[in-house]
């Protein structure tokens, strides 16, 4: 497709277990990004794929928080051992170039439910 | 936090009517975004505004940029059901590229 693809759309777990959310980003952009939104928190950002250089982790919440991207495109959110507090919308985006003043285009996210 | 605020929180006008929206932010920046959001969407670009402009047009929709008071406001003109939504802005703060959102405005345009 032509847009950014997140999957699943909707994820219901129990506390404890891991989850794997997936990101597939507009082909040939250079930047991804991963955003957390929540009612009480808002917009939070995540963590950052630019390009080859090292990700900034920077908004990761914890260690239980972990992402990767392969061969430059598709990206995993990994959370384990989850509590009821990561419950929010994870959201991906990804941009043409990575730097400053990038327009993102976002995917519809992945919405998270802990019980 | 660096998170800016917006204002209000929530507007409801009737089809026709301007909306206005506000965003203040705390430090220097090189540029501020403004995203729409529909319920149960991801977030769309609408437009950029460097901090060496003053305002900026896109279709229906203003921008203005106030660096000397650290905000900005999104005028929405001759709105429609179609633009109820969420509205956030957002910066990088010079911070490569991830983005710090404000809080958000929740329109409502009533048919």
């Known amino acids: 497709g032509a847009g950014v693809s997140q999957s699943p759309s909707n994820k219901v777990t129990e506390k404890g277990k891991d989850v794997e959310l997936r990101c597939d980003p507009i082909?040939?952009?250079?930047?991804l990004y991963w955003y957390r939104q929540s009612l009480g928190q808002g917009l939070e950002f995540l963590i950052y794929?630019?390009?080859?250089?090292?990700?900034?982790k920077s908004g990761l919440p914890s260690d239980r928080f972990s992402a990767e991207r392969t061969g430059g495109s598709v990206s995993t959110l990994t959370i384990q051992r989850t509590q009821q507090e990561d419950s929010a919308v994870y959201l991906c985006a990804s941009s043409l170039r990575t730097g400053v003043g990038q327009p993102q285009h976002f995917g519809d996210g992945t919405r998270l439910s802990i019980l | 936090s660096q998170q800016g605020e917006e204002d209000p929180q929530a507007l409801s006008i009737q089809e026709g009517e301007n909306a206005t929206m506000n965003c203040s932010y705390k430090?220097?920046?090189?540029?501020l975004q403004w995203y729409r959001q529909n319920s149960g969407r991801g977030l769309v670009h609408l437009i950029l505004?460097?901090?060496?402009?003053r305002e900026k047009h896109s279709g229906r929709l203003r921008v203005t940029l106030d660096t000397s008071k650290k905000s900005s406001s999104l005028l929405i003109t001759a709105s429609r059901a179609a633009d109820t939504a969420s509205y956030f802005c957002?910066?990088?703060?010079?911070?490569?590229?991830?983005?710090?959102f404000g809080q958000g405005t929740e329109l409502s345009v009533k048919p």
């Open positions: 505004i460097r901090s060496n402009e």
């Open positions: 794929f630019q390009g080859n250089s090292a990700p900034d």
């Open positions: 082909s040939g952009h250079t930047a």
């Open positions: 957002a910066t990088d703060y010079n911070q490569g590229g991830k983005l710090i």
């Open positions: 430090t220097s920046i090189n540029n």
